[in-house]
């Protein structure tokens, strides 16, 4: 027995050590992040109530904007991977150019129609009088920097199919030291006020995209890979991008139905969900560093050929998202006491935010599930199946969402859906995963 272990132990250590390899690095990215809009809120705060009105309105709008197209990481990423598993790393590289080149037309795109239709995306979210100016401002000079965004959406995903997830930490973090330096240079030295933060942003979103075309670039002329655009593999990147944009869409629409019932509850319910969402959002981070170094690795292993090795990778992944996910449940409940009231004084807001944080603790092993197999899924290049299964999910969620106003059970019955869908979400990927339909081997799907 233990002749026959010893294989199966090597192989778990050399899985254990590409994922944290690939999942720490990942993470730390992720995390830098939401750290732009923080360091934006700090800064514009202490104009006033209303630019902070306004940046609040204007950062939702371009991050929703944003978020939307995250399947130029997603895609880029599985696709690239794919081909360097086959050993054509020129391939490969060409491959990201073209989730490069959509990432920049798409953001022209989008300029296109956010800049002269800002007042009006403004007005539709309900801002004051007061506060739609300062949103106006910041939304029209921060789409600027889409493009930029985009491109750094994309070219991660490039470095991500490379089995770099280093390089997009590094740019992370150098590009939230900056944009911290140029908010408070422009908006207190050069007094530019709300304006001064937008342009500090898009400055700093720009040196990012710049950093990160330098090393793709460079990449590119090592292994002859061509830097024109290419009308028909840019054409494949969209197609391949569609069903994930239908699976972002999707999600986004249940976090939107969750809010909309929370704050139908009440003033109190819909403060607490805002803490609770928070904090599921944050955990969500760690959970989605596995899924990306579950993106990397599988496609790596398709494209090799090694079905084998895909099979046995996604194993150990949901043993790791299991006991992630526990291990950050068991830590929400120990903490819980401090966390609450970071965010509010008001006991009536902590009483009714406990039990819900306590769903959501307990729901963390099945969210460490979910996000590991939709990361091998992705990897693997299986988004049609991703949509229809998150339609799918979508459609369970919202009687159940809907009802809880009704029935009664407060915060705790909505988040009780939103583990309801998390669980649909569970199910639908492991039927896929045991399947094995997930595992069509090539440097293609």
């Not at 006033?48 to 940046?55: D, E, F, K």
């Not at 939702?60 to 790393?89: E, N, P």
């Not at 494209?303 to 291990?327: F, H, L």
């Not at 290049?381 to 799918?392: F, K, N, Q, T, V």
Request: glycine share 10%; with cysteine.
């Amino acid at each position: 027995m233990t002749q026959a272990s010893a294989p199966t132990r090597a192989i778990r250590r050399r899985h254990d050590r590409e994922i944290v390899a690939l999942a720490v690095p990942a993470f730390g990215a992720l995390v830098a992040e939401p750290l732009f809009l923080m360091v934006d809120t700090a800064v514009v705060g202490h104009l006033g109530t209303a630019q902070l009105a306004g940046l609040g309105i204007a950062s939702a709008l371009l991050v929703t904007a944003v978020s939307v197209f995250v399947f130029l990481a997603y895609a880029t990423t599985a696709a690239v991977a794919r081909r360097v598993g086959a050993g054509d790393l020129r391939a490969a590289i060409r491959q990201g150019m073209d989730g490069i080149w959509l990432a920049l037309l798409l953001g022209t795109a989008v300029i296109a129609v956010v800049t002269p239709a800002a007042p009006t995306l403004v007005s539709l979210f309900g801002a004051s009088d007061t506060a739609a100016p300062y949103a106006t401002t910041y939304l029209r000079i921060s789409a600027l920097g889409i493009p930029a965004m985009l491109v750094v959406l994309a070219a991660t995903g490039v470095l991500r199919g490379l089995q770099d997830t280093k390089t997009p930490l590094y740019v992370a973090v150098a590009g939230f030291v900056a944009n911290g330096a140029l908010n408070a240079a422009l908006v207190y030295g050069a007094d530019l006020g709300i304006a001064g933060s937008a342009w500090g942003t898009v400055i700093a979103q720009c040196g990012m995209a710049a950093a990160y075309l330098w090393v793709v670039i460079r990449g590119a002329r090592r292994h002859g890979a061509s830097l024109r655009p290419d009308a028909a593999g840019i054409r494949a990147s969209a197609q391949a991008g569609v069903p994930l944009l239908v699976r972002t869409l999707s999600l986004r629409a249940i976090l939107m139905i969750a809010t909309a019932v929370a704050a139908r509850l009440g003033d109190v319910e819909i403060a607490a969900h805002q803490i609770i969402l928070s904090l599921w959002s944050l955990l969500a981070f760690a959970l989605d560093a596995i899924a990306i170094a579950g993106q990397a690795i599988i496609g790596r292993h398709l494209g090799a050929g090694d079905a084998q090795g895909a099979r046995e990778a996604c194993r150990r992944m949901v043993q790791w998202g299991i006991a992630t996910g526990a291990v950050l449940g068991f830590l929400v409940i120990v903490a819980r006491p401090l966390f609450i009231p970071l965010f509010t004084g008001d006991p009536a807001v902590e009483d009714t935010a406990l039990p819900a944080l306590i769903v959501v603790a307990l729901a963390q092993p099945i969210s460490g599930i979910v996000f590991v197999l939709d990361g091998v899924l992705m990897g693997a290049g299986d988004g049609p199946y991703l949509a229809r299964a998150m339609l799918l999910t979508l459609a369970v969620f919202v009687p159940a969402a809907l009802f809880v106003p009704t029935f009664g059970g407060g915060l705790t019955a909505l988040w009780g859906a939103m583990t309801l869908m998390m669980a649909t979400r569970m199910i639908t990927l492991w039927l896929r995963s045991r399947s094995g339909r997930w595992i069509v081997i090539g440097a293609t799907r």
